[in-house]
């Protein structure tokens, strides 16, 4: 008998000598070694088992002849007496019962078995799997109550009154109010029903943005609220899988045109407009195994990681979130500069005057087609070994110390080496300010185009880019930015669009408020007034909303919003009315 394979195998051989597992790998060995008579070190070299390793499957097999080697490995799991419970299984499924009904069954009987394993009994027995059964063919117990079907042809405005946890919403409804849903939909493209229409669906998506929510899941706790389905427009609020799947189904395209409504449309309801923006790009992190998910940077993980790569733009006199994009690929990220700078163009007629982003946010090619635009900016430089050694060679004569004012911070009297360079890719002069005395290790160096502008004035203003992280912090950590993975079935670009249009909201509420609150955080906000219980009652031509008492309500009456008679388009033309305490 040859001890070699032959030289080529036909379909058949390759059955037996190329084993799919472990177990027919460890009987075609065995029998090579006892039938065929192959030395044993040949046998394991075939096999890809080590000498020792097969010496003990031989001696195994010796102490147990009578071994099974092809029994299916998914048995029913053992437990006495199994007849008995076999049995009871049998009877459970012939009373039409899932075998969730019948694990459950058979833990009250002091038999516990888990579904799987009814499964596998079932499955032996030759039983088929149940079909989807009606409600009243499944077996009584404790479950939750079915809330209506959202549909706005049910929305009842006949007189009544409630109470609603979602209070604090009927705040916003003014500003949505004077805004041109229809046109804004239509624009955008956004997609709808007979039963929930594109309008109602945004405000939907809107009300649990304004109001926090982590997961857009989470509003099955809330789905028998009157007060937030009123907000939205509809009899109930939509479920779950109406606000995840929605997202789905809104074409890319239609994110631009949305934020280019949504900017016309607050910033014609006095949102301002300011001439410097803080830019900066957030990696989103994701968790699933898509192929065409890039990697990026996650500063707060310090690592590269499968992610999102978001692009943000922040008024820096308003601060608020003016611009967004979640669709920028590794390959165009250095390019979304220009591509706001377009936008801000088409929406305004003019350039922005001034932006201010990090070092890695674009190129040198690009800061020199910024600077020929007309448009001032401030970088960081990139700190090489060959630029800090040329930094601290620097005698300490040429350096000088200035005067810090309007920074909260006890570094106010730095030392700068202000000086005039020119790098490969940039076209003109560019000012470097090298920074020492910061707080930081190393020093900080400063690129810009503004060569007449104070030192101080400079770096002051670098110093406030620090509030769009802060922004980006406030976005992840109260509109939950980052509360998206492969588990969250909502599109980011779609999460994104709404945070942006509650970023606006929450500033616009702000505005009105007065008192500082023109630039607090939207969680301050959002504890001071938003989250507030009302009752609620409608009469014929009115929505009168009166909130409890409460320790802010007098910032609320001094903003005279208890003078509030808007009339809400989407509820009938009926009145709304505020009321405090």
Not at 545 to 551: G, H, I, P, T
Request: one cysteine or more.
């Amino acid at each position: 008998m040859s001890n070699s394979l032959p030289a080529r195998l036909t379909d058949l051989q390759r059955v037996f000598l190329e084993p799919k597992n472990a177990v027919h790998r460890q009987y075609e060995a065995l029998r090579a070694f006892f039938v065929e008579g192959l030395a044993s070190a040949t046998a394991a070299q075939r096999f890809g088992y080590t000498p020792g390793s097969f010496r003990i499957l031989c001696h195994e097999l010796r102490q147990q002849p009578d071994r099974d080697f092809f029994l299916s490995s998914r048995r029913a799991p053992p437990g006495p007496p199994r007849d008995r419970v076999r049995e009871a299984i049998i009877a459970l499924r012939k009373q039409n019962l899932s075998i969730y009904d019948i694990s459950r069954a058979l833990v009250a009987q002091g038999e516990k078995r888990s579904p799987a394993a009814v499964s596998l009994i079932l499955k032996d027995e030759g039983f088929d799997r149940l079909p989807r059964r009606r409600d009243d063919e499944r077996p009584e117990r404790p479950h939750a109550t079915p809330a209506k079907v959202a549909d706005v042809r049910s929305l009842d405005l006949s007189p009544r009154e409630f109470r609603t946890r979602y209070g604090g919403l009927f705040l916003f409804v003014p500003f949505l109010a004077r805004i041109p849903w229809p046109a804004i939909v239509t624009g955008a493209g956004l997609p709808g029903s007979a039963m929930i229409p594109a309008e109602q669906a945004v405000r939907a998506l809107l009300g649990l943005k304004l109001f926090g929510s982590r997961r857009h899941s989470h509003v099955m706790a809330d789905v028998f609220d009157e007060g937030l389905a009123l907000f939205a427009g509809l009899n109930v609020i939509p479920k779950r899988s109406f606000l995840t799947e929605y997202s789905c189904r809104i074409a890319p395209a239609a994110y631009p045109k949305l934020m280019r409504h949504w900017f016309d449309a607050v910033s014609r309801l006095g949102l301002g407009r300011g001439v410097s923006f803080d830019l900066d790009f957030h990696t989103i992190p994701f968790h699933g195994d898509d192929a065409l998910v890039q990697k990026h940077y996650v500063s707060k993980r310090s690592r590269r990681q499968k992610g999102i790569l978001a692009f943000l733009a922040q008024d820096a006199d308003t601060r608020v979130f003016c611009y967004a994009n979640a669709q920028v690929r590794k390959e165009d990220q250095n390019d979304e500069i220009l591509r706001f700078v377009e936008f801000w163009k088409e929406r305004t007629g003019h350039r922005p005057e001034e932006l201010i982003f990090d070092s890695r946010l674009t190129t040198y090619a690009n800061l020199s087609r910024l600077n020929q635009l007309g448009i001032e900016f401030m970088t960081l430089r990139r700190r090489s070994p060959t630029l800090l050694t040329e930094v601290y060679a620097t005698p300490r004569s040429a350096w000088r110390r200035i005067q810090l004012k309007g920074v909260g911070r006890i570094y106010r009297t730095p030392r700068i080496l202000d000086r005039r360079i020119t790098l490969a890719g940039y076209t003109g002069p560019l000012r470097q300010l090298s920074i020492l005395d910061l707080g930081h290790e190393e020093p900080t160096v400063l690129l810009t185009n503004q060569l007449q502008r104070g030192p101080a004035k400079l770096i002051e203003r670098y110093a406030r880019r620090m509030v769009i992280e802060n922004s980006i912090a406030e976005a992840i950590n109260f509109f939950h930015m980052d509360a998206l993975s492969s588990a969250v079935a909502m599109k980011v670009n779609c999460d994104l669009q709404l945070t942006l249009m509650a970023s606006s909201l929450y500033r616009l509420l702000g505005t009105t408020l007065g008192n500082g609150y023109e630039i607090a955080r939207a969680d301050h906000i959002f504890r001071d007034f938003v989250n507030a219980t009302a009752q609620v009652r409608l009469t014929e031509k009115d929505i009168l909303v009166r909130f409890q008492k409460r320790a802010h309500n007098p910032l609320l009456l001094a903003a005279r919003l208890e003078q509030t008679r808007v009339s809400v388009p989407w509820l009938g033309g009926k009145r709304l009315h505020l009321q405090f305490g």
